[in-house]
């Protein structure tokens, strides 16, 4: 009888200890704050915001999207830093405040249904589908095009639409657009991109060579006027531009 009571003595208090660290366990995930969250807000404060980006939806979209799932994983704990970075067949994801500009320029709504050339790692993209309706996306290199789309698809990226091919062509089936952002630089702006682009419409390019200007385009009256933003320097567009 004693030592029944002993066991069930030692039985409770091995109970109560088991629910104390499973209590403790619990209350360290919901408090815990990981170093990427640290990193991200540090990053929109000092690279988005300090440089200018007013534009609620992009700040909010910035602090949003976990940029370090957009890298290689040897290099997830430069995610946050104020520079591109490789993601592999030597290409690149932008630095961070490009991002922010070329998305705040394009101002968007809610209701607008946006073209990107160039999905490389899909950040660009993740962050313009906190922000529209619907975001279709080319990328030229299967292996990139595959990879971005598995990454929407585990992170709930439900409005991408990503295809693989040349962005020179866009996408004529899901057009008229009201923005186009292309994240490879052309020498001119590819025609049927032109031709996609709803009245009222923006579109964003860095055109040029080796050394390119970030340009704005806005179509009214079927014509396009033109703004010169910064200059920048991104990869070349590939494809059908280079047999022109
Ligand atoms: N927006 C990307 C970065 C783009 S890097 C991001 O957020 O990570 C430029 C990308 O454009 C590269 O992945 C490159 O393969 C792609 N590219 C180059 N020429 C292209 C073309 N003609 N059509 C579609 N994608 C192209």
């Not at 915001?49 to 949003?64: E, F, H, K, P, Q």
């Not at 705040?104 to 899909?122: P, Y």
């Not at 079927?222 to 920048?232: F, M």
Request: charged share 20%.
């Amino acid at each position: 009888m004693y030592l029944n009571i002993l066991l069930l003595r030692k039985l409770f208090s091995t109970l109560t200890l088991l629910s104390l660290i499973i209590g403790c366990a619990d209350t360290k995930n919901k408090n815990d704050v990981s170093w990427h969250d640290i990193a991200r807000k540090e990053m929109v404060h000092n690279q988005i915001v300090a440089r200018g980006i007013i534009d609620t939806n992009v700040i909010n979209a910035m602090l949003s999207v976990e940029r370090h799932k957009f890298v290689p994983e040897e290099l997830e704990r430069l995610a946050y830093n104020d520079y591109p970075l490789p993601i592999g067949e030597e290409q690149t994801i932008s630095q961070p405040y490009i991002v922010a500009l070329m998305t705040e320029k394009l101002t968007l709504q809610n209701s607008d249904k946006v073209l990107e050339i160039g999905t490389g790692s899909g950040y660009q993209a993740a962050i313009l589908s906190l922000i529209t309706q619907e975001v279709y996306t080319i990328e030229i290199i299967p292996s990139l095009a595959q990879s971005a789309a598995e990454r929407f698809k585990e992170l709930g990226y439900n409005n991408v639409f990503v295809k693989c091919g040349d962005g020179f062509l866009g996408w004529p089936e899901a057009a008229p657009f009201d923005a186009v952002i292309i994240t490879c630089a052309p020498p001119d702006v590819p025609q049927p991109l032109i031709e996609q682009l709803a009245e009222g419409g923006r579109l964003i390019v860095p055109l040029g060579e080796d050394f390119q200007v970030l340009t704005l385009y806005k179509k009214a009256d079927g014509k396009l006027e033109r703004t010169d933003i910064a200059p920048v320097r991104f990869v070349p567009m590939k494809g059908i531009i280079e047999e022109q």
